[in-house]
Each structure stands twice: as C-alpha cells, then as structure tokens.
C-alpha cells in the first residue's frame, strides 16, 4: 500500500497566508509608500499642529467627538509603521528618518499642549483626562491588534484602513 503522507496543518496555514493575506501585494509599492510617507515633511508637521491643537480641546471640553476628530488628522500613525517596518528590514536610515519624525512630531504635540494647557481657564482635570491616565492590559491588547490591523491595510492597499486603526 502506498499511501500519501498526511497533509501537514502549517503547509495548509502557509498556502492560506500566501494566497489571502500577502497574494498580490506589491512590495515595491508598500515600501516606497512607508519612505514617503514615515518622514518628516511640512505637511506632517501642519498635522501635527492641528491635532494637537484639537485633541486637546477635546481633553478640556471634555468631548470624545472632538477627540475623534483629532484623531483622524493625527498623523502619527505612519512614522510608528515606518519605525516598525525599519526595525523589521534593519533599514537604519529609515529607523532614523521615522523616529526623527516621531519624536519631532510628539515633541511639537507636547510643547503646544503645554503652551495651550497654561493659558487655558480650565485647570482641573476633565473626565477625558483622567480616563487616559491609567492604561491597562487591554488597552495594550488593542494597541497590538490595532498594530496588525494596520500593517494588513498598508499592504493591501486600504489606506482609510488606518485612520480607523489609529482611532483604537
């Protein structure tokens, strides 16, 4: 008797990943995409300073609509892909291009945060406030499952993928 050997489950899980996840990616495209888009430019900066300037109205209103909102502009998300792809693909120059971008961006945020924050009538802390201040496990359950989601979209495509990725 000759019998074919049995199918393994992890060549079956393989051939799944290949043809429904990564099948007819362009790879050239997703990393061309990620350098322009990880960096420091004149638009991300503008960004930065709209969100900040709107998410924190949102902390001192309280309005989660209004932190929504800033969300959405928030241009954070990209050097954070461009930083993990960059570790992933040990591209120093695009490790130092994305966490110059971030660092450049989060330091803009907090400085106008400060400026906003000490100029502002309202010096109590606001129930959107306190709500951030105390992250949990499953706060960082959606960070990672948020992270994967996003990856996915960038790959495939699905750039307003990440607008809703970078809202969880």
Not at 15 to 30: A, L, Y
Not at 39 to 65: D, K, N, Q, T
Not at 147 to 167: C, F, K, N, P, S
Request: glycine fraction near 10%; charge should be positive; hydrophobic fraction near 55%.
């Amino acid at each position: 008797m000759n019998r074919a050997p049995p199918s393994k489950p992890r060549g079956k899980l393989k051939r799944w990943w290949d043809i429904w996840v990564t099948g007819g990616v362009d790879h050239d495209e997703v990393v061309r995409q990620i350098a322009e888009d990880s960096g420091w430019s004149g638009r991300y900066a503008f960004l930065i300073v709209v969100s900040a300037a709107i998410s924190l109205l949102g902390l001192l209103m309280p309005s989660v609509a209004v932190l929504i909102g800033a969300m959405l502009l928030s241009p954070l998300m990209m050097p954070i892909i461009g930083l993990g792809f960059g570790i992933a693909t040990l591209d120093f120059d695009k490790i130092r291009s994305a966490a110059f971008a971030l660092l450049a961006g989060a330091g803009i945020a907090i400085l106008l945060s400060i400026i906003f924050v000490s100029i502002s009538p309202i010096q109590t802390i606001t129930s959107e406030i306190a709500g951030r201040t105390r992250p949990t496990l499953f706060d960082l359950l959606v960070a990672l499952l948020s992270a994967v989601a996003g990856a996915y979209a960038l790959i495939r495509g699905r750039g307003g993928t990440v607008v809703g990725v970078a809202i969880a």
